[in-house]
Antibody, heavy 120, light 110 residues
Framework: QVQLVQSGSELEKPGASVKVSCKVSGYTFTTYAMIWVRQAPGQGLEWMGWVNTNTGNPTYAQGFTGRFVFSLDTSVSTAYLQISSLKAEDTAVYYC?????????????WGQGTLVTVSS | QTVVTQEPSFSVSPGGTVTLTCGLSSGSVSTSYYPSWYQQTPGQAPRTLIYSTNTRSSGVPDRFSGSILGNKAALTITGAQADDESDYYCVLFLGSGIWVFGGGTKLTVL
C-alpha cells in the first residue's frame, strides 16, 4: 500500500535551518509528484508547492520562495523540504503528499506530518 | 491575489444533510478548477474525500458527494454521523501549476 513516512519533530532556533524528509513506499517514486503543505498551529492548510519527481523541477507558491527548497533523492525514494533562516512564524506542521499524477499539484496520499518548532 | 473562500463553521444534526461550499474572491468556480475536498480531524493528517469536482476517493462512503452549485464547488454530506465532525478543506487549481486551499470549514454534528 502507498505510504509516506516523514521524519520526526524538530526544535530549532531562529536563524537556523531544518530539513524534513518524506520517504515513500508502495509505488514508484518518480511517477507521481510530491507536494508540500504547511499548517500553522490552529490554522488551515497552506499549499506550499510541488516537485516533479521525474525531472526534479519545483513549483513554489507565493510566499514560499527563497527560504524554502524542495529536493529529492530518487535512490532512496525520499523527498526533502529544507527551510533556511527560520523564523518563529515557520512553526507549523509540514505535510508531504503524493500528487495525483506526475505533473499534478493536487494532494492524494498524505504523510503523517512533521512538527517544526522555532523558538529561542 | 485570488482567495479561496469557505464558510468558517457549520453545524448539522445527526442524520441530516449539509452542503459546504468553496468559492473564489473574484469569479466563479467551474470544473476547470478541479475542486477537491479533504477531511481533517484534530491531530491527524488530512484525508482525501473528493477530487475533480465529484469523484470519490477510494474507500469514501457515498454519503459524501461533490458538485458545482451556482458559482461554487460544493461538498454535500447526506445522513451526517458523529464522526463526520471535522474540518473540511477544498483546494482549487488556479493555473500555472498552482493550487490554493480554502480556509476550511469546521463542521459540528449536534
Amino acid at each position: 500500500q502507498v505510504q509516506l513516512v516523514q521524519s520526526g519533530s524538530e526544535l530549532e532556533k531562529p536563524g537556523a535551518s531544518v530539513k524534513v524528509s518524506c520517504k515513500v513506499s508502495g509505488y514508484t517514486f518518480t511517477t507521481y509528484a510530491m507536494i508540500w503543505v504547511r499548517q500553522a498551529p490552529g490554522q488551515g492548510l497552506e499549499w506550499m508547492g510541488w516537485v516533479n519527481t521525474n525531472t526534479g523541477n519545483p513549483t513554489y507558491a507565493q510566499g514560499f520562495t527563497g527560504r524554502f527548497v524542495f529536493s529529492l533523492d530518487t535512490s532512496v525514494s525520499t523527498a526533502y523540504l529544507q527551510i533556511s533562516s527560520l523564523k518563529a512564524e515557520d512553526t507549523a506542521v509540514y505535510y508531504c503528499a503524493r500528487g495525483m499524477g506526475l505533473r499534478s499539484g493536487r494532494p492524494d496520499y498524505w504523510g503523517q506530518g512533521t512538527l517544526v518548532t522555532v523558538s529561542s | 491575489q485570488t482567495v479561496v473562500t469557505q464558510e468558517p463553521s457549520f453545524s448539522v444534526s445527526p442524520g441530516g444533510t449539509v452542503t459546504l461550499t468553496c468559492g473564489l474572491s473574484s469569479g466563479s468556480v467551474s470544473t476547470s478548477y478541479y475542486p477537491s475536498w479533504y477531511q481533517q480531524t484534530p491531530g491527524q493528517a488530512p484525508r482525501t474525500l473528493i477530487y475533480s469536482t465529484n469523484t470519490r476517493s477510494s474507500g469514501v462512503p457515498d454519503r459524501f458527494s461533490g458538485s458545482i452549485l451556482g458559482n461554487k464547488a460544493a461538498l454535500t454530506i447526506t445522513g451526517a454521523q458523529a464522526d463526520d465532525e471535522s474540518d473540511y478543506y477544498c483546494v482549487l487549481f488556479l493555473g500555472s501549476g498552482i493550487w490554493v486551499f480554502g480556509g476550511g470549514t469546521k463542521l459540528t454534528v449536534l
